[in-house]
């Protein structure tokens, strides 16, 4: 089924370690986003990028580092894992044209923690 | 900046009860106004919008919710609520232009057989 698909689902992590979240879409959406869900703080915004080779910071993105190489692929790097990076990530997607009226498609979610 | 309040953690309702939860939201120009539904062990899923027009807007499973631009409040609703509706719900506003959503902090919603 057409969507965003995040790997892994859950991912356990000493502090210090890195590792990549994947996020792939397919379809063909120009706009993708990454978001972090802690319990009483909503989801809140980490990075975002407008189209293949354009990255901007969120709410929250120390941390992290993004790329943008293709259209389909939004991976999300946290390069020396620290325990407040215990959360839930998801990534979002939606087509750019329509304004501020495009809805947001969600992928299931990445559970990391950090010991 | 835009932002968004969602005054309740938790709110609960008997089922077969209408149901209310509550949204603010502050935005520098005209709002665009999201609803997302995030069930157990699940991503969110999109309930419903408002962009322009009639303020009451109906969307899935039922819900609708009430734009009032005076208030800067919009609420979701339902009629008669199920147990099936026990979710975690989260209003969202982005300014006009395709800038980033910002979400509340969610409202976890218990409906009680």
């Known amino acids: 089924n057409a969507g965003v698909t995040q790997t892994p689902k859950f991912q356990v992590l000493k502090t210090g370690q890195s590792m990549t979240l994947q996020c792939a879409q397919d379809?063909?959406?120009?706009?993708m986003s990454w978001y972090r869900q802690d319990p009483g703080m909503g989801l809140r915004l980490i990075h975002y990028?407008?189209?293949?080779?354009?990255?901007d910071q969120g709410e929250v993105p120390n941390g992290y580092n993004v790329s943008r190489s293709t259209t389909e692929d939004f991976p999300l790097r946290l390069l020396s894992a620290a325990p407040s990076q215990t959360s839930v990530y998801f990534c979002?997607?939606?087509?750019?044209?329509?304004?501020?009226?495009?809805?947001?498609?969600f992928g299931a979610g990445s559970r990391l923690t950090v010991l | 900046a835009q932002s968004v309040a969602q005054p309740e953690d938790q709110v609960n309702v008997a089922e077969g009860n209408p149901l209310t939860v509550k949204c603010t939201y502050s935005v520098s120009g005209n709002p665009y106004l999201f609803w997302y539904v995030q069930y157990p062990n699940r991503g969110l899923q999109f309930l419903l919008k408002?962009?322009?027009?009639?303020?009451l807007v109906k969307g899935s499973y039922g819900f609708e919710a009430e734009f009032n631009k005076s208030q800067t409040s919009f609420h979701l609703k339902k009629p008669s609520a199920l147990v099936s509706d026990s979710a975690l719900y989260f209003c969202a506003v982005r300014d006009e232009g395709n800038t980033p959503l910002v979400f509340g902090k969610g409202t976890r919603l218990s409906v009680i057989a």
């Open positions: 379809m063909n959406h120009e706009y």
């Open positions: 408002y962009i322009t027009g009639d303020n």
């Open positions: 990028s407008v189209g293949a080779g354009i990255t």
């Open positions: 979002a997607s939606t087509p750019r044209g329509g304004g501020g009226a495009n809805v947001l498609t």
